[in-house]
């Protein structure tokens, strides 16, 4: 199991909430290889949900991530870029990754994603998620494959004033977002719940 997960290779396309914390996961469960996609920077307001330190404020996510995780695991392959990801730039940097997963918080660029891997790289799979804002609620969260994309998360609750992302729903969603690559990567498929 730990030879495979060390020769995947597995692409993050965002770095904050999700991003940030299933990347983590995926290093401490041996995956080898990762490609760190974002264009924006740590702020205060990112530390109450994201893997970052309050030293690391002002830097570009992608590289703060990158350092963040190599002292998990200094062996762990990284390719960090500090770039707004378009349909041509995710194809091309995410070629040769394993499984791709969707970590924005934008609509727009989510729907851009799926088109991009889905539509224009066949065989890849792509791990989103959507509805993970609020708090409570944990047994509403599943995984969700529909052919090659996997959803995690309620499908539903949207991010707003009445229900902003919180650590611990983040967290448990970017969880699953690994576990269902990790399932892909050792299984072949996406270790959908019912």
């Known amino acids: 199991m730990r030879a495979r997960l060390a020769r995947a290779r597995v692409g993050i396309a965002g770095c904050g909430g999700l991003g940030s914390n299933c990347a983590a996961s995926l290093a401490r469960a041996g995956v080898g290889r990762l490609v760190l996609a974002d264009f924006d920077l740590v702020s205060e307001a990112n530390l109450d949900r994201q893997f970052f330190f309050l030293d690391q404020v002002g830097e570009p996510k992608a590289l703060a991530l990158a350092e963040n995780l190599r002292r998990i695991d200094p062996a762990l392959a990284l390719d960090p870029r500090v770039l707004r990801l378009e349909a041509a730039s995710a194809l091309e940097l995410f070629a040769d990754c394993d499984v791709v ?36 609620r944990s047994g509403a969260l599943r995984v969700r494959a529909s052919g090659r994309l996997v959803l995690c998360g309620d499908l539903a609750t949207e991010v707003g004033p009445e229900s902003p992302p919180v650590a611990p729903r983040v967290g448990i969603v970017a969880n699953m977002e690994a576990n269902a690559v990790l399932s892909i990567l050792l299984d072949g498929g996406a270790g959908e719940e019912a």
Do not use: N, Q
């Open 101 to 136: 997963v969707e970590a924005f918080d934008d609509a727009a660029a989510k729907a851009m994603l799926v088109e991009a891997i889905l539509g224009r790289a066949p065989g890849k799979w792509l791990v989103a998620a959507s509805g993970l804002a609020g708090y409570g």
